[in-house]
């Protein structure tokens, strides 16, 4: 049950983490990091992504690349413009634009499921499997993100 503060609105309470909390936290993250890093080695991952691979189905590819570029960019608008600029919290987000968060929730499942389709013909059913240690890679990689912007 929500606790409510005078006004009838929600509280938030936030705990703070203690110092082992925050290391697990970083080692968990580097762990994930590492996970990715030695994956895309094996799997030849620059590589396969890259201009020269000709097994890669491009059209599909670029769709997926295009939905990811779309979806960075409308972080990019939630975090710095509307966090920085409007000055409005994260927890105002779904107030402001509220279609926003499932849009772009969409677009990273569609885009998960392009790259897939178009890695296919080199990994096979490893596909899922090496992009989602790698995405998984890369969002823990925003651990080590100071945030004082």
């Known amino acids: 049950m929500p606790i409510l503060d005078d006004d009838g609105q929600d509280k938030v309470i936030r705990k703070e983490k203690?110092?082992?909390e925050h290391i697990s936290d970083k080692i968990h993250a580097l762990c994930w990091m590492g996970a990715?890093?030695?994956i895309a080695h094996v799997s030849d991952f620059v590589n396969v992504m890259s201009l020269h691979n000709d097994e890669v189905c491009r059209p599909i590819f670029y769709l997926g690349a295009t939905l990811l570029v779309v979806n960075?960019?409308?972080t990019i608008y939630l975090v710095l413009f509307l966090s920085r600029v409007l000055?409005?919290?994260h927890t105002g987000w779904s107030l402001y634009c509220p279609r926003i968060i499932p849009?772009?929730?969409g677009m990273g499942i569609c885009s998960f499921f392009l790259f897939t389709r178009a890695t296919w013909p080199?990994?096979?059913?490893?596909?899922?499997?090496?992009?989602?240690v790698i995405s998984l890679g890369?969002?823990?990689s925003l651990h080590f993100i100071p945030w004082c912007i």
């Open 122 to 132: 080199v990994w096979g059913l490893f596909a899922p499997l090496i992009l989602g």
């Open 87 to 89: 000055k409005i919290d």
């Open 138 to 140: 890369a969002v823990f």
């Open 18 to 20: 203690s110092r082992a």
């Open 103 to 105: 849009a772009m929730t």
């Open 72 to 74: 960075a960019a409308l």
């Open 36 to 38: 990715a890093a030695s």
